[in-house]
């Protein structure tokens, strides 16, 4: 079972930035396929954005532009860089890894897909 660690949550005022980051355990870091998913207050898990082994990535209309995903497979460490952070992006984020298959070259963006889930980390941008 691969454990994955979630930091870099916190309070923000809306137009700063912050970033998150996800660390993970395991040999064949690098062959996993990574996302990213957030669960505001009251609602379901959405999904934010995604990176394929090879550095592709996909993100979900409302980010696009603002959110970066990335990867270190030397640091088995997936990051979310958030700029111009909104009040409607307030939630608790969490990394997933599809590892059972490794994903691939393939970017995935349903809940189901993946196997690993980390611990969540909450953002909080105010007004």
């Known amino acids: 079972q691969v454990q994955l660690v979630d930091t870099g949550g916190g309070l923000v005022q809306a137009g700063e930035s912050l970033r998150l980051s996800c660390a993970a355990s395991?040999?064949?870091?690098?062959?996993?396929?990574l996302g990213w998913f957030r669960q505001a207050p009251g609602k379901e898990r959405d999904f934010v954005a995604a990176?394929?082994?090879?550095?592709?990535?996909i993100y979900t209309d409302s980010v696009k532009g603002r959110f970066t995903i990335s990867r270190d497979n030397a640091k088995n460490t997936v990051y979310l860089q958030m700029t111009s952070l909104k009040p409607e992006d307030t939630a608790v984020y969490s990394c997933?890894?599809?590892?059972?298959?490794?994903?691939?070259?393939?970017?995935?963006?349903?809940?189901?897909?993946?196997?690993?889930w980390g611990q969540g980390t909450q953002v909080t941008v105010s007004s």
């Open positions: 997933a890894a599809k590892t059972k298959p490794a994903g691939g070259s393939y970017t995935y963006s349903r809940i189901y897909e993946y196997d690993s």
């Open positions: 395991g040999r064949t870091f690098s062959s996993y396929a």
């Open positions: 990176i394929n082994r090879n550095g592709g990535s």
